[in-house]
C-alpha cells in the first residue's frame, strides 16, 4: 500500500509541477521535484496546481507513517530482547517456523510454555500467527551465536532445530555448543534429521571423540520415523490377520511410498519379527498407485532385509484411474478383498482423500481399516473424515505434525518412545503369558494407562542411557536387520550389574514417590514387598529385573534402533558382573 501511494504521489508531483505558472519545468525536472515531496520540499509560490496540493499534502503524511512504522518495528524487536533477557527462564527456543516448527510452537503456546522462535525468513507467512499468539519472534539465522544469546539461550530449558534441512540443524546445534550456560540447568537441544545415516555417523563420532559439553545434551529425532512408530501403535496392522488356531497371514496396502510410508514399511516388519512368526505365516505388503514399481525397486535397493521378512508386490494402478475408484487396489486375482490393513501416504491431502474412499468402493473392502496420513488431524482432509460416517467410517485420519511434534513426545525426546516400547513389550509378554485386560489392568493401550503407570516406564528408559554408557555400548537409528543377523546381546556380567541397577533405580523411584517397605503389597497404602536390597531379593524376583535388560535389544530395535559396541566391555564391569554372578 505504501509503495502504491508513494507512485500515486509522485505522478501527481510530477503533473503539478509541470503545471505550475511560476517555473517552467520539464518532465525530468519535475520529477525531481516530486521526490522531493517527501523530504517537505514542496514549497511553491502560489497558485498550486491541485494534482501538486494533493501530492505535497499526501508525500509528507507517507514518510511519518513510514517513520513511525520503522521506529515502532526496532522498538518492539528491542523490547522482545529486553523481555527476554528479564523474564525468560526455562523457556524453550524453537529455530525455525515451517509447519513442523509452528506447530510445535502453537503447541507450547496452548500449554502456556514460554517460546521464542528464531526464523530466518522475514516474509514467513506463518510469523504473523505467532506474533498474534503473543510468541516472541526474532528475524535472523539461529546458527549466530549473538542472535542465540539475544533468545535467551544461557537460561533456555529445551532448543528445538526445525530449520528444514539437516545441516542447519546440525549447525545450529554446533552454534549453541559454544554459547555460555547460566546456573546448573541442563539445557536439551533436539535437533530433526531427516538423513538416518547421517544420524547413526554422528552418534558414532560423539561415541568415539566424546564430544559432550557440561550444560548440554544433544538428541536427534526424526518426524517421520516417530509418527510411524505412533501410527502403527493407534492403527495396528496384523488386528485383521487370521489367528485362531491358523497362521496368520496379514497383508497391508501402501497408496504412495513417500518419506512418512517408507519408515512405516520399516516398523511394521520389524513388529512382525518380534513376533517370531510361525510356520505358514507371512506378511505381505503391497505397494499401489501409478509409480508403485518404481517405489518397489527403491525400497528393495535401500533396505535389503526387506524381502526377507515379508513378500514384497505392487498393484500399480493409477489414482485417477476407472480401475483404482472402483476399488481395484484392494483385490486379488480372484476379485475378492485380500488386504487386512491400508495405509494412504500421500503428500496431496486431496488425493489422499480420493485415494481413501476409493479403498472402500468395493463391497467387501469396506471393513477394511484405512488410516489417512493428514499434516493436522484438526483441520482439512482431516476434519472431513471425521464427519463421514457409514460406509467411510473405517477411514481415519492420523495428523502427523501434530501428533509427532506434541511437546509430551518431541521434549521428551527419544525416552518417551522407548517407554511406550518398554509398554508394548510387557504387554505382548503379558498376552502371551495368557493375560488380560481384566484381570491385569497394566495391560491397557498407552493413552489409557494412568499417568503414574506412563511414569513408572518413562523412568526406567531414563535410566538405558547410564546402562548402555555403563558396557560401553551406543545407540544408533536402524533400518531393518536381516533375521539372519544376529541380535546384539549382553554378556551374564553385564545383564547382572545392569539388573542391579535397575532395582537400586527402581527402589530409589519409589521411595521419592512414599513408597515403603511392607508386607502384603498394598498399593492404596503405598506399601511394597520387594523394597529391599539386591542381596535380600529371590531369584524370582531378580529375574524380573534381569529379563528387562535381557529384552532391551530386541525392544530398542522395534523402536528402529539398536545397541551398538563401541568399545570392549570394560574392565570393572566384567570384574564386578563375575562378583554377582557367583554370589
Request: charged share 25%; aromatic share 6%; glycine share 10%.
Amino acid at each position: 500500500m505504501l509503495v502504491g501511494l508513494g507512485l500515486f504521489v509522485l505522478v501527481l508531483g510530477t503533473i503539478g509541477f509541470e503545471q505550475l505558472h511560476s517555473a517552467n519545468y520539464g518532465l525530468l525536472d519535475s520529477l525531481y521535484r516530486a521526490t522531493t515531496l517527501f523530504a517537505f520540499g514542496g514549497v511553491v509560490v502560489p497558485p498550486v496546481p491541485p494534482a501538486l496540493q494533493v501530492a505535497r499534502i499526501v508525500a509528507p503524511i507517507l514518510t511519518g507513517y513510514a517513520a513511525v512504522g520503522a521506529i515502532f518495528l526496532l522498538g518492539r524487536e528491542q523490547a522482545q530482547i529486553f523481555g527476554i533477557r528479564l523474564f525468560a527462564r526455562a523457556h524453550v527456543i524453537i529455530a525455525g517456523l515451517g509447519a513442523m516448527g509452528s506447530c510445535l510452537a502453537l503447541a507450547l503456546d496452548d500449554r502456556d510454555v514460554h517460546v521464542v522462535v528464531v526464523e530466518s525468513d522475514p516474509t514467513n507467512g506463518r510469523l504473523a500467527g505467532a506474533r498474534a499468539r503473543g510468541i516472541r519472534v526474532l528475524i535472523g539465522d539461529a546458527t549466530d551465536r549473538a542472535l542465540l544469546r539475544r533468545a535467551g539461550v544461557r537460561h533456555a530449558r529445551r532448543l528445538v532445530a526445525l530449520c528444514g534441512n539437516d545441516g542447519a540443524n546440525v549447525d545450529v546445534a554446533a552454534a549453541v555448543r559454544s554459547c555460555p550456560r547460566a546456573g546448573r540447568g541442563v539445557l536439551t537441544v533436539f535437533a530433526h534429521l531427516s538423513d538416518l545415516d547421517l544420524w547413526r555417523s554422528l552418534a558414532e563420532d560423539a561415541a568415539t571423540f566424546g564430544a559432550h559439553s557440561p550444560g548440554l545434551r544433544l538428541e536427534y529425532f526424526n518426524v517421520y520415523a516417530t509418527g510411524a512408530q505412533l501410527l502403527v501403535e493407534r492403527h495396528p496392522p496384523f488386528a485383521l490377520a487370521t489367528g485362531e488356531g491358523e497362521p496368520r497371514r496379514a497383508h497391508v496396502l501402501f497408496v504412495g511410498v513417500e518419506t512418512l510410508a517408507e519408515q512405516l514399511v520399516l516398523r511394521i516388519a520389524r513388529l512382525w519379527q518380534s513376533q517370531r512368526p510361525g510356520p505358514g505365516e507371512e506378511l505381505r505388503i503391497t505397494l499401489a498407485g501409478a509409480g508403485a514399481e518404481e517405489d518397489l525397486r527403491r525400497l528393495r535397493e535401500r533396505y535389503p532385509a526387506l524381502e526377507r521378512c515379508c513378500r514384497l508386490g505392487t498393484r500399480p494402478i493409477p489414482i485417477e484411474s476407472a480401475a483404482f475408484q472402483s476399488g481395484a487396489a484392494m483385490l486379488g486375482e480372484d476379485g475378492c478383498c485380500d488386504v487386512t490393513q491400508a495405509y494412504v501416504c500421500l503428500e496431496n491431502e486431496g488425493d489422499a482423500l480420493t485415494a481413501a474412499l476409493a479403498l472402500h468402493a468395493a463391497p467387501d473392502a469396506v471393513g477394511v481399516p484405512v488410516a489417512v496420513a493428514v499434516a493436522d488431524s484438526r483441520a482439512g482432509v482431516a476434519s472431513i473424515l471425521a464427519a463421514e460416517g457409514g460406509r467411510f467410517a473405517n477411514i481415519t485420519p492420523f495428523g502427523l505434525l501434530t501428533e509427532a511434534t506434541s511437546p509430551e513426545l518431541l521434549l521428551r525426546g527419544m525416552n518417551e518412545l522407548v517407554a511406550r516400547a518398554k509398554h508394548e513389550e510387557y504387554v505382548r509378554e503379558e498376552l502371551a503369558n495368557g493375560g488380560s485386560v481384566e484381570q491385569n489392568p497394566s495391560m491397557r493401550p498407552w493413552e489409557e494407562l494412568s499417568e503414574s503407570m506412563r511414569e513408572d516406564n518413562r523412568r526406567f528408559a531414563d535410566g538405558i542411557g547410564d546402562k548402555l554408557t555403563a558396557s560401553g555400548c551406543i545407540l544408533v537409528p536402524s533400518s531393518l536387520r536381516d533375521p539372519e543377523e544376529p541380535l546384539f546381546s549382553f554378556t551374564d556380567a553385564e545383564v547382572e550389574l545392569l539388573a542391579r541397577q535397575e532395582h537400586e533405580r527402581w527402589m530409589k523411584a519409589k521411595l521419592d514417590d512414599g513408597w515403603r517397605f511392607g508386607r502384603p503389597r498394598n498399593d492404596e497404602l503405598k506399601l511394597h514387598d520387594q523394597l529391599v536390597p539386591w542381596e535380600e531379593l529371590d531369584e524370582r524376583n531378580r529375574d524380573r529385573d534381569r529379563d528387562p535388560v535381557r529384552q532391551l535389544p530386541e525392544m530398542l530395535e522395534l523402536t528402529g534402533f539398536r545397541i551398538e559396541r563401541c568399545q570392549p566391555e570394560p574392565a570393572q564391569i566384567q570384574r564386578r558382573g563375575r562378583e554377582l554372578v557367583a554370589k
